[in-house]
């Protein structure tokens, strides 16, 4: 659930900044309005996309699917050689024709579950 938090800005006129909780339940901003209408809207927008799996790294979301395993997740995972050669295989077999060419941004959970 999020929430509004009055503070005072620098010009010593009160400011909202809107806050909801993230998938890993951490506290995040969804940025500072003058009003608390503005604030409370923000956080429940945060909220929807959050649902919708649509939160995260603007730039993470407009890259494929397939320049993130390659380039970032199969690189930074530290795991034995037959592993991840088991990894690529069911990767390249399975999951790139589909998710492959589509960006990050596009995945939803119905995609996955399908």
Known sequence: MGFSRKRTGRDGKPRYTAY???????????????NRK??????QRAETKQAEGRI????????????????????????????????????YKHVMPEFGPMRMAEILPEHVRA
């Open 20 to 34: 909801y909780l993230d998938h890993k339940n951490q506290e995040r901003s969804a940025g500072t309005f003058s």
């Open 38 to 43: 503005d604030a409370d809207k923000a956080w």
């Open 56 to 91: 995260g790294d603007p730039a993470r979301g407009r890259m494929t699917f397939r320049r993130y395993v390659e380039e970032i997740w199969l690189p930074n995972h530290q795991i034995e050689a037959t592993t991840r050669e088991g990894y690529t295989y069911t990767l």
